[in-house]
């Protein structure tokens, strides 16, 4: 399975872990986002935080 398949498969999951910690609008960049991620890539993601929650929250 590549990045791509894994990331879709576990999508829900992705999101449920975000809203957990109060993070939403989550979306990826980098390499992944412009199909250039080999095995030794890292998906990046970027999110928006829902007012009052704390580093912490975002680390989770």
Known sequence: MNIYELLQAKREEILRSAAKYGAYNVRIFGSVAR??????????????????????DLGG
Do not use: H
């Open 35 to 56: 199909r250039e991620a080999d095995a030794d890539s890292d998906v990046d993601f970027l999110v928006e935080m829902e007012p009052g929650r704390s580093l912490f």
